[in-house]
């Protein structure tokens, strides 16, 4: 049985899918909670509502240093033309409408 201990509550569902998929790329397992009652992005709304993230208990605390690496690094945030909403620099497409922002090129 993996014993997940909470590591972090990020503010929303874009936030926690940032930081989930950081320690992932790092090879630490990650488990959301709160994610299952809202649905895939684009649905409901990601925002305001908190997600709490657990790792496993042997992965503490390289985990928690790429947090901090995470939260000290400044993250450039695009905002969508069509409906003006920020979206993080990680995501390809507005996570609250749908819009390409490279459609618009060219
Ligand atoms: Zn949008």
Redesign the pocket.
Known sequence: MTDWTLIYQADNLIQAHCIKGLLEQAGIDVNLQGEALQGAIGELPAVGMSVDIRVEQAKLKQAKQLIQTFENTPQSQWL?Q????M?ESTFEI?W????DPLSEIG
Not at 82 to 85: K, N
């Open positions: 969508c069509d409906c003006h909403e979206n507005c609250h409408c749908g819009h």
